[in-house]
């Protein structure tokens, strides 16, 4: 598997962002990121959902995010040292209307730490066509693509989808 590091000790491993775009209008209450820790990290990582920037001056501010809608912090004690899902609870419900543009961003609450931190699974293969990956500069304070590019795997959970059956009935 892959890794990008968050909240380690070099200036693009400050944070990370993965767009998407709903498909329908949806209820979020929990996320969750393939992820695990290296070290022994004492603060948490936090997964917040970002509206993004639509329309700016300058086109490359455009997706990136914007307003906070809500936030999940996973406890150190609930992340292994090896790599697997980890959920979070939103602090609030976070109404995404369909074909609205999403930033699922990854932090760590504390200070970096090139010992303790925490390593999120991506995927270099591009699978995932809903939207672009980006890393946080902390030197720069700039989101940049990452190199090579990726996709972050996540997974939203609500709580008024409509199976698909239901909507062609």
Do not use: C, H
Not at 25 to 49: C, E, F, W
Not at 111 to 118: E, R, S
Not at 155 to 166: A, D, F, K, L, M
Request: glycine share 12%.
């Amino acid at each position: 598997a892959v890794e990008q590091a968050v909240g380690a000790a070099e200036a693009n491993q400050q944070a990370m962002q993965q767009v998407f775009i709903p498909t329908q209008t949806v209820n979020a209450v929990t996320v969750q990121v393939n992820v695990r820790k290296v070290g022994n990290p004492a603060d948490s990582l936090r997964v917040r959902i970002y509206s993004t920037i639509e329309e700016d001056d300058d086109a490359g501010k455009i997706g990136l995010p914007d307003t906070e809608l809500g936030s999940a912090l996973i406890a150190p004690l609930g992340i292994g040292t090896t790599a697997g899902w980890v959920l979070g609870n939103l602090s609030s419900e976070v109404e995404l209307p369909a074909g609205k543009v999403y930033a699922l961003v990854v932090d760590r609450v504390g200070a970096v730490d090139g010992a303790n931190y925490y390593a999120v699974n991506v995927n270099e293969g591009l699978g995932y066509g809903g939207g672009i990956f980006k890393i946080k500069n902390a030197a720069t304070n700039t989101w940049a693509a990452r190199s090579p590019d990726a996709d972050m795997p996540f997974r939203i959970g609500v709580t008024n989808q409509v199976e698909t059956t239901t909507q062609i009935g």
